[in-house]
């Protein structure tokens, strides 16, 4: 029981969610303090659109790249500083590798920079934009009222459902209280600076990294449930927090989000390699066959499957090629709002990025 089930959702929360939620914080107070520095340089300077748009989408979560749908819908950006945006961004996926190996990370992210880079220009050199007429008719018109409710669920269920155990704590509050002792052990026992044994004897037999990690994990769910399973709680409000108490907010529920379907992705690995014997060295999802299928669900709005394709990557059941083409062509939920402020548009975005996530993907079946 503790290594089919517990282990696995201890190491959710202990090896990717305390990093995610850190790092989800960071970006989130950087957001805070300079998002309308970048967004005002970019539409004062036209022609850097595409540089501007992989800088922003290249950056862990979705926030960067879901900044730019408003200014697309207004006809401040061009349709390739989108698209640019959008083969950048790894969406929430970005937390499972960078918690994961940071080294990789850096890799991959440099890689879908390049690769978001190159299409976004390529993009505004033919000349390729459904909105263009409709921009020029609506380009001083603010962005459609209602938007926000794309996502950004009140944690207030939250707060509910853990008021059992700690009572009138906000949900986001006791989320931190405990990632911060997780995050204390989650260090020393995952870069193997200390021996688990020897820390579970010096906490009378009780091993921390075990207990924390599955309480974690539970708590993220009891938060991702509480937001009634949405996606995720990106839009274009929690793109521009306005507090850092609210910056805090979002983060607890996008580290919870991640730590979800990392979690479901763990757990479902370990059921399946211990009740089968199926160790990944079986899978189809090889060769041409696996970059095409990693391209295709990439087209997948939001970032539930995504972190889930991510996380068998991370165990050990997926090649590079397919994850990267699935990195290219997913586009997180920075697809959802362009597609309620411009359908077609968005369609045809997210279309456009599988042809360079197929084509680096198969590049890399040569030359790996």
């Not at 539409?43 to 926030?63: M, Q, Y």
């Not at 978001?116 to 033919?126: P, R």
């Not at 193997?192 to 010096?202: F, N």
Request: glycine fraction near 12%; proline fraction near 6%.
């Amino acid at each position: 029981m503790t290594e089919l089930v517990l282990r696995p959702l201890a190491d959710a929360f202990m090896q990717v969610g305390v990093y995610v939620a850190v790092m989800v914080a960071l970006f989130g107070w950087l957001r805070w303090r300079y998002g309308d520095r970048v967004t005002d340089g970019l539409t004062s300077r036209p022609r850097l659109g595409p540089l501007v748009g992989a800088l922003l989408g290249v950056s862990p979560g979705c926030g960067g790249a879901i900044i730019l749908m408003p200014l697309y819908a207004r006809g401040k950006v061009s349709f390739g500083t989108v698209v640019a945006a959008l083969a950048a961004t790894m969406g929430d996926s970005s937390w499972v590798v960078l918690a994961w190996n940071p080294g990789f990370a850096l890799k991959i992210h440099a890689l879908l920079f390049v690769v978001g880079l190159v299409t976004g220009y390529v993009v505004d050199a033919l000349g390729i934009d459904p909105a263009r007429a409709a921009n020029r008719r609506v380009a001083a018109a603010p962005a459609p009222a209602g938007l926000a409710a794309v996502g950004g669920p009140d944690l207030a269920g939250a707060r509910r459902l853990l008021g059992g155990l700690l009572p009138r704590v906000p949900a986001s509050t006791a989320f931190w209280g405990l990632t911060t002792p997780a995050f204390a052990v989650s260090v020393p026992v995952v870069f193997q600076l200390v021996d688990p044994g020897a820390l579970s004897r010096s906490f009378g037999g009780v091993d921390p990294y075990l207990a924390l990690g599955v309480l974690g994990s539970l708590t993220a769910a009891l938060i991702f449930t509480a937001g009634r399973g949405r996606l995720a709680d990106d839009s274009l409000e929690t793109a521009h927090p306005r507090s850092l108490r609210e910056t805090l907010r979002h983060s607890a529920h996008e580290a919870s989000f991640v730590t979800v379907w990392v979690a479901v992705a763990y757990l479902g690995w370990q059921v399946v390699t211990t009740t089968t014997g199926f160790d990944g060295s079986q899978l189809a999802l090889t060769g041409l066959v696996g970059v095409l299928v990693g391209a295709g669900i990439g087209l997948i709005p939001g970032c539930a499957v995504q972190i889930v394709f991510t996380g068998l990557y991370v165990s050990g059941g997926l090649p590079l090629p397919t994850l990267v083409a699935n990195a290219i062509s997913q586009d997180g939920d920075a697809l959802i709002p362009l597609a309620a402020l411009r359908r077609h548009s968005a369609a045809l975005a997210t279309v456009v990025t599988t042809v360079p996530a197929a084509a680096v993907g198969a590049a890399l079946l040569v030359l790996l």
